[in-house]
C-alpha cells in the first residue's frame, strides 16, 4: 500500500515557467514533509521540507505548499532552469525526529530550453 | 568532506552468490538506513541503524543483513543473491530521521 503517493511519473516545462510537483499521502498523522531532488547517477538530495504546522515553505526559487486536509503538497519551482530537470522524491515521516521517512515514487522534470 | 561513501558502485553478481555492500559516513550521524530503488517503486527502506549496536528492519528486508558495529559504517549484505534483488542500492546517514539525509552515490547491482 503505497502511502505516498506521485501520481505524475514525468513533467515537461519550458525554461523560465513554473513547474509544480505533486504529492499525495494517505496517512494524516504524517506530520513532516520533504523533498528530495535526484540526477542520474547520484544520490538524492535534500531539497526543502515542512512540517504540519505550516501551509508553506519558501526557500529561494521553491516553495512547499501544505493542504493538510486534501492530504496534498505541492513544490513550485519558479522560474524553472535547465539544472532544474531531475527526477524529485517527496517524503513523509510521523512524529517529527523520531520515525523513518515513507518516499514516493518519483516524478521526472524535464526543463526545456 | 566525503559525507557517505559507498563502494562498489557497480556489481554484477549470479543467483546464489553473497556480497557486501559498503557505506560510511563521516559526520558522526547516528541515523543511517539503506534503500533500493527501483522502477515505478520509488525508496523503499530495506534496514536502518539509530546508533552503534542498534539495526531495525525497514519496508523490505527479506534476503539481506546489516550490522552496526562502529557510528561511521553500516554495511549491507546479500545473503544469496537473487535476480528480484537487482536494483539500484542508496545508503544515507543523518542528524536525525526527517532532517537533511546525506546519500551515498549508490550501488548498481545486477544478479544474474
Known amino acids: 500500500d503505497q502511502q505516498v503517493k506521485q501520481n505524475s511519473p514525468s513533467l515537461s516545462v519550458q525554461e523560465g515557467r513554473i513547474s509544480i510537483l505533486n504529492c499525495d499521502y494517505t496517512n494524516s498523522m504524517f506530520d513532516y514533509f520533504l523533498w528530495y531532488k535526484k540526477y542520474p547517477a547520484e544520490g538524492p538530495t535534500f531539497l526543502i521540507s515542512i512540517s504540519s504546522i505550516k501551509d508553506k515553505n519558501e526557500d529561494g526559487r521553491f516553495t512547499v505548499f501544505l493542504n493538510k486536509s486534501a492530504k496534498h503538497l505541492s513544490l513550485h519551482i519558479v522560474p524553472s532552469q535547465p539544472g532544474d530537470s531531475a527526477v524529485y522524491f517527496c517524503?513523509?515521516?510521523?512524529?517529527?525526529?523520531?520515525?523513518?521517512?515513507?518516499f514516493g515514487t518519483g516524478t521526472r522534470l524535464t526543463i526545456i530550453p | 568532506n566525503a559525507g557517505v561513501t559507498q563502494t562498489p558502485k557497480f556489481q554484477v553478481l549470479k543467483t546464489g552468490q553473497s556480497m557486501t555492500l559498503q557505506c560510511a559516513q563521516d559526520?558522526?550521524?547516528?541515523?543511517m538506513s539503506w534503500y533500493r530503488q527501483d522502477p515505478g517503486m520509488g525508496l523503499r527502506l530495506i534496514h536502518y541503524s539509530v546508533g552503534a549496536g542498534i539495526t531495525d528492519q525497514g519496508e523490505v528486508p527479506n534476503g539481506y543483513n546489516v550490522s552496526r558495529s562502529t557510528t561511521e559504517d553500516f554495511p549491507l549484505r546479500l545473503l544469496s543473491a537473487a535476480p528480484s534483488q537487482t536494483s539500484v542500492y542508496f545508503c544515507?546517514?543523518?542528524?536525525?530521521?526527517?532532517?537533511?539525509?546525506?546519500f551515498g552515490q549508490g550501488t548498481r547491482l545486477t544478479v544474474v
Open positions: 544515507a546517514s543523518s542528524y536525525m530521521w526527517n532532517t537533511e539525509a546525506f
Open positions: 559526520m558522526n550521524h547516528e541515523y
Open positions: 517524503a513523509a515521516s510521523l512524529n517529527f525526529g523520531n520515525e523513518k521517512l515513507t
